[in-house]
């Protein structure tokens, strides 16, 4: 597979190898049904912004943490388990879908530091009213573009290094 698609982006190559689990959609739909849940009895159902923003936000943070994850898994370039790292990686985005509010500053920082904070607490931020919902939106694909350039960056500099270091 790899000499087919040389001429392909690394992490296009990834994404075709990726594997499709139809866990996913379970996943998804209890997703949904807690946030129905959560919402249940509140005027913002009955808003057809909040749709539009869900829509907009949803695949926007989807992607902001599936950088987060391939990011962490191509430490594996420079430390050689990259198990750790995505570990922990995973136990941070779990954190990450509580208010950041209940956190010592020190934390919230380290949560806007790292683009955590755009997987949950941003969005929600904005479909709850509490945020501007167009600067969000606007925020979230900014954020995303920049995330998928670091991450990119970060891909081809480790895939030199180990073309480097093997061969």
């Excluded at 960056?153 to 030199?160: D, E, L, N, P, Y």
């Amino acid at each position: 597979m790899r000499f087919y698609t040389r001429p392909a982006n690394p992490l296009l190559l990834l994404l075709a190898l990726e594997r499709f689990h139809p866990q996913g959609f379970v996943v998804l739909a209890i997703g949904l049904a807690y946030c129905l849940f959560g919402l249940w009895g509140s005027p913002l159902l009955l808003e057809p912004l909040f749709y539009l923003g869900f829509v907009l936000l949803l695949p926007l943070s989807a992607l902001v943490l599936w950088v987060i994850n391939l990011a962490a898994i191509s430490t594996c370039f420079w430390i050689g388990e990259s198990d750790p790292v995505f570990s922990m990686t995973g136990k941070l985005t779990d954190m990450s879908r509580y208010p950041l509010d209940l956190f010592p500053k020190l934390a919230t920082m380290i949560f806007m530091a790292l683009p955590l904070a755009g997987t949950v607490w941003w969005p929600c931020q904005a479909l709850l009213r509490s945020a501007s919902l167009p600067l969000t939106v606007l925020g979230m694909a900014v954020l995303a573009v920049i995330c998928v350039g670091l991450l990119n960056g970060m891909w081809q500099r480790g895939m030199r290094r180990y073309a480097g270091a093997g061969g």
